[in-house]
């Protein structure tokens, strides 16, 4: 009875761990495992504990020699958009970014690089390669809207949509030496867009934009830190 009772106690035991590693690999979102692939092909090594959904860096790479970054205009050149399922998709019509909403991610996105790694002397900025120079790459891969977009096409009339929060923004980010071209490190992150019950309205969705990138960029400043030793 006893060997009876053991071995059924090990057989659930088993179908924990197995149901487990399922769950955990059913968690792993696509942007994560694309970065996993590009670090794969560019020899970058997974860091365990970072503020990212992924981080990968180079093995050897020398953080603390970069004193200078060449910034590259954010790459909003494909951006996936993901419908998500709610009531408040009113209108189904393509939410599309245009120039301004493009401009205004490009400069935002620009404004927190700035404010968080260049204004307190950190790092200087460059427009040539040089030995102490890291190119800084970043790209919109996919925006996940939780309403029907805010403009005539959206919301024809006065239209007041409300949602719990915005939906969610998901950004690359990787880091060259800009001498060699070769990536020392590449991140990858998906961010709610706000998490309350609010409208939601283009200032609204603005707003939480703006603190997505400045919260990727406080969290790329601690990550270079504690890789660069200070």
């Known amino acids: 009875m006893k060997s009876i009772v053991k071995h059924t106690a090990s ?49 050897g790479a020398q953080f603390s020699q970069y004193k200078k970054l060449i910034v590259e205009q954010l790459d909003l050149s494909d951006v996936k958009v993901r419908k998500q399922s709610s009531n408040n998709l009113v209108f189904d019509t393509p939410w599309e970014l245009n120039d301004a909403d493009r401009r205004y991610y490009q400069e935002r996105y620009t404004e927190a690089l700035m404010s968080n790694l260049i204004a307190d002397g950190t790092y200087g900025t460059a427009m040539q390669p040089g030995a102490d120079t890291l190119t800084v790459s970043a790209k919109v891969l996919e925006i996940a809207p939780l309403a029907s977009k805010d403009d005539m096409k959206g919301r024809p009339g006065n239209m007041k949509v409300y949602s719990e929060g915005m939906g969610t923004m998901t950004l690359e980010i990787t880091l060259y030496d800009s001498v060699s071209g070769k990536p020392q490190a590449i991140i990858t992150d998906q961010r709610d867009l706000g998490r309350i019950w609010e409208e939601n309205n283009r200032v609204t969705n603005n707003i939480q934009v703006r603190l997505a990138f400045n919260q990727w960029l406080a969290n790329l400043r601690k990550e270079l830190d504690k890789a660069s030793g200070r």
């Open 11 to 59: 057989r659930f035991v088993l179908l924990a761990l197995a149901a487990s590693l399922v769950a955990g690999c059913s968690m792993t979102k696509q942007h994560e495992k694309d970065a996993q692939a590009k670090a794969d092909k560019a020899g970058l090594t997974a860091v365990q504990r970072t503020r990212f959904d992924g981080t990968f860096i180079a093995s």
